[in-house]
């Protein structure tokens, strides 16, 4: 199997970091934006798209800050990938950005990341911030 490569996204989005941690912290916000639908129990999540789903357990979760998920698939293929969304605010402009971190086969990098930009426009257009 090949060893997947680490991306780092940055999205300024014009948001409070409070209300933005709600769309990528809880099932209700993620489902308006990530996925079609998303339910919780516990630390796993379940991703809906179409006719297909995914599960994730949450692996960290900062208030106001972060949060952490590893696939389910990843972690039973004894993987350590993840993918986290992160608020990060520029100290002297109070700029808010999200930063993605995520992971992916070599030959599938360019197109992660055009799912992360499409994914973010979504979330940009649900907060009235495009």
């Known amino acids: 199997m090949d060893d997947k490569v ?64 590893r696939w389910v698939t990843d972690e039973e293929d004894g993987q350590s990938y993840y993918f986290e969304i992160r608020i990060q605010v520029d100290e002297i402009t109070k700029d808010v950005s999200l930063m993605i971190t995520d992971f992916a086969e070599e030959d599938e990098t360019e197109e992660a990341k055009m799912l992360w930009e499409n994914q973010i426009a979504d979330l940009k257009h649900v907060l009235g911030s495009v």
């Not at 916000?29 to 079609?36: A, I, Q, R, V």
């Open 6 to 69: 680490r991306f780092d996204l940055e999205f300024p989005i014009h948001a409070s970091p409070q209300l933005l941690f709600q769309y990528i912290s809880t099932p209700s916000g993620l489902s308006e934006w990530f996925s079609d639908n998303v339910n919780s129990r516990g630390e796993l999540f379940t991703f809906i798209w179409d006719d297909s789903e995914e599960q994730a357990k949450l692996l960290s979760k900062k208030s106001g800050e972060r949060v952490k998920f």
